[in-house]
T-cell receptor
Framework: KAGVTQTPRYLIKTRGQQVTLSCSPI?????VSWYQQTPGQGLQFLFE???????NKGNFPGRFSGRQFSNSRSEMNVSTLELGDSALYLC??????????????FGSGTRLTVV | KQEVTQIPAALSVPEGENLVLNCSFT??????LQWFRQDPGKGLTSLLL?????REQTSGRLNASLDKSSGRSTLYIAASQPGDSATYLC?????????????FGKGTKLTVNP
């Protein structure tokens, strides 16, 4: 079965611009979460969506936002880009039950470079 | 606040050696613990998932153990190969917080030399 698909794979943006990243989870998975990975901070949780509702949000400024559609596909948006937003953005999907018995499957990521 | 630590940050071994990667966490209230592998510039590949009620999981040359009482997990790699070179990350799902988000360690970068 198809894995987690993230598009685009690479992006180069200028400071002040905004960007939208897309994630399509594994078929049947309704939980999608986003993580930012940088060399200095490692992997940090951005937010989690389940059935179109944001269930949890990490400690990021309001410039970072996301949403989930009825088909479970998710997008994240970063407005007013800063150089420090350059990172690998990873999306993960899970068959969420609230009992934690299922693991996460990650996509290949979107590499965002802000210049 | 749950914290996950992986030591060492980097490890270099000769091919064929058996090795152990370590992961420690501060709060034993977890749903599960998952080990991932990440190749440079790529996403994460899940290796093993251990439920909180389990003590270990095995897949091929990999064996992961979990000891919640001591807040530790280990990933054992038998007969290492150059293709095992990657960064290995452990991540756990805390039971608090009302969601299933992952808390990651910073990883161990493994190099297996031919």
């Amino acid at each position: 079965k198809a894995g987690v698909t993230q598009t685009p794979r690479y992006l180069i943006k200028t400071r002040g611009q905004q960007v939208t990243l897309s994630c399509s989870p594994i078929s049947g998975h309704r939980s999608v979460s986003w993580y930012q990975q940088t060399p200095g901070q490692g992997l940090q949780f951005l937010f989690e969506y389940f059935s179109e509702t944001q269930r949890n949000k990490g400690n990021f400024p309001g410039r970072f936002s996301g949403r989930q559609f009825s088909n479970s596909r998710s997008e994240m948006n970063v407005s007013t880009l800063e150089l420090g937003d350059s990172a690998l953005y990873l999306c993960a999907s899970s068959f969420f039950t609230g009992q934690g018995e299922n693991g996460y499957t990650f996509g290949s990521g979107t590499r965002l470079t802000v210049v | 606040k749950q914290e996950v630590t992986q030591i060492p940050a980097a490890l270099s071994v000769p091919e064929g050696e058996n090795l152990v990667l370590n992961c420690s966490f501060t709060d034993s209230a977890i749903y599960n613990l998952q080990w991932f592998r990440q190749d440079p510039g790529k996403g994460l590949t899940s290796l093993l998932l251990i439920q909180s009620s389990q003590r270990e999981q095995t897949s091929g040359r990999l064996n992961a153990s979990l000891d919640k009482s001591s807040g530790r997990s280990t990933l054992y790699i038998a007969a290492s190969q150059p293709g095992d070179s990657a960064t290995y990350l452990c991540a756990l799902t805390p039971t608090q917080g009302g969601s299933e988000k992952l808390v990651f360690g910073k990883g161990t970068k493994l190099t297996v030399n031919p």
